[in-house]
């Protein structure tokens, strides 16, 4: 069982830039991602990349977020920039051992929350 462990969310300012952190407690085979719950909405997808290194995000956050990862380190890292009001969410780490871009892998991060205040 792999567990992953989210870092870096925080409160900013409109504008601002924050970098979320996801530790994996072991090797990762797959696709990692990171997703996004707004009270009252569904999780959604935020960005996900491949253990080869394709890429996918929401349009919403397009040239404004860069998802990357260090498989030596088993770490998987957001860069967001521009954050906006409507980024605010509880941001997940997604992880699992098959290289799919389209649905979730089986491990999950307890969560980092993310405020962007206007």
């Known amino acids: 069982q792999v567990q992953l462990a989210e870092s870096g969310g925080g409160l900013v300012q409109a504008g601002g830039s924050l970098r979320l952190s996801c530790a994996a407690s072991g090797s990762i085979l797959g696709a990692m991602g990171w997703y996004r719950q707004a009270p009252g909405k569904q999780r959604e997808l935020v960005a996900v990349i491949s253990s080869g290194g394709t890429i996918n995000y929401v349009d919403s956050v397009k040239g404004r977020f860069t998802i990357s990862r260090d498989n030596a380190k088993n770490t998987l890292y957001l860069q967001m920039n521009s954050l906006k009001p409507e980024d605010t969410a509880i941001y997940y780490c997604?992880?699992?051992?098959?290289?799919?871009?389209?649905?979730?892998?089986?491990?999950w991060g307890q969560g980092t929350q993310v405020t962007v205040s206007s």
């Open positions: 997604n992880a699992g051992h098959i290289n799919t871009l389209v649905r979730p892998g089986p491990y």
